[in-house]
């Protein structure tokens, strides 16, 4: 069971829906995806990146609304779609599970969500917007509903809101962008528990998720530019024209004496400490009955440009007792048998949140 963040002013039945586009709004980008959907086949139609300078937006929050909305003018010119849903930082966004009486009424389970909020979250209730997902066959023991809740200050949407109604273009909902990549990477079929390793541009996020629903996430203050920067200092061919790892760094043998991948070794011990964390926490919580948490992780996947680095996924692997994947970012999407997307494989793991968003919107708009 879901409230929508956004309230929709306008919702055309469905026959006359147009197409969502799903935009990421990054520390120094906009991104933005959008697909072709013919009886149900779904095929990339339009994607692209508008860079703007640093210090425009900052994990989340616009330093620069002027910046931000000629870029988002320029996105509007850049897609066919009418309406857009748009991801929201981990950093602006709050996410818990709780448990509440076995209501039976859709507004009798809102209020008792949105009593509990205050306990969990350090903003009042009535100065956020929250969504909540229902799992009626999870019961504590004193037969209590589990249930997962995300939400986001009315204040971060307010100016989200205000920048892209001066640019023109219309949001049909904000979405926490971890779940939003859950979306994209975690099949809808898998049903275990996952741990997702995003490498952002400023940061690393990490997601737990567990039959399909994030849990929880955190940062780690290490993202692409650092990587970049500590791989152009033994390596100055380390990055082509376009600003993507050359061939010659995609093909380093992780086992030889190389320099540039001992210069990330430093990095990735840090994503790694991070992952044990939340292992840790996964097994800790385990024993608890009102968790409904696994004491292992079935699988890790890798996403963000720097996570096709050579050794990344080794390097990982062997720390934990457990299958470590590179995204596959079209798995709720469609075969790649059956369509090959001109977004080049590299490319698509820095596009898992407006990718995510724009599945999850051609989802709600065929059950709406």
């Not at 002027?66 to 320029?74: E, F, M, Y």
């Not at 001066?166 to 859950?182: H, K, L, N």
């Amino acid at each position: 069971m879901k409230m929508n963040f956004f309230k929709k002013l306008f919702y055309p039945p469905n026959y006359i829906c147009m197409p969502i586009a799903g935009v990421e709004i990054c520390n120094s980008s906009v991104r933005y995806v959008e697909f072709s959907n013919k009886k149900g086949n779904l095929s990339l139609k339009n994607f692209g990146e508008i860079p703007f300078p640093d210090g425009v937006v900052k994990n989340g929050e616009i330093l620069n609304k002027k910046v931000l909305i000629k870029s988002l003018s320029d996105l509007k010119n850049k897609i066919s779609a009418d309406f857009i849903s748009v991801s929201i930082s981990e950093e602006q966004t709050y996410m818990f599970y709780t448990q509440i009486p076995d209501l039976k009424k859709d507004a009798e389970i809102r209020q008792a969500v949105e009593f509990k909020l205050e306990e969990y979250i350090p903003v009042k209730a009535d100065e956020v917007s929250f969504e909540y997902h229902l799992l009626r066959d999870k019961k504590d023991g004193d037969g209590n509903l589990f249930v997962s809740v995300s939400a986001i200050p009315k204040k971060v949407i307010a100016t989200y809101a205000e920048v892209l109604d001066q640019a023109g273009i219309t949001p049909v909902s904000f979405e926490i962008e971890s779940r939003m990549v859950a979306k994209s990477v975690i099949s809808k079929n898998y049903h275990k528990t996952s741990i997702i390793i995003n490498i952002k541009d400023d940061y690393t996020a990490l997601s737990l998720v567990v039959d399909g629903n994030t849990r929880f996430s955190s940062t780690v203050p290490i993202g692409n530019n650092i990587i970049r920067a500590n791989l152009l200092k033994t390596d100055p061919a380390a990055y082509d024209a376009n600003g993507n790892l050359s061939e010659k760094v995609v093909t380093y043998d992780a086992t030889a004496n190389n320099d540039s991948f001992e210069a990330l070794l430093n990095i990735f011990s840090i994503i790694k400490d991070e992952v044990r964390k939340f292992n840790d926490y996964l097994i800790s919580k385990a024993s608890d009955k009102k968790s409904f948490l696994s004491d292992q992780i079935d699988q890790i996947v890798l996403c963000g440009k720097s996570s096709i680095l050579p050794g990344l996924t080794n390097y990982i692997n062997q720390s934990f007792n457990t299958e470590v994947v590179l995204a596959n970012v079209w798995i709720n999407t469609f075969d790649l048998n059956n369509h090959i997307p001109s977004l080049k494989f590299q490319d698509s793991l820095a596009y898992t949140a407006p990718i995510g968003l724009a599945v999850n919107s051609i989802k709600n708009l065929n059950h709406a």
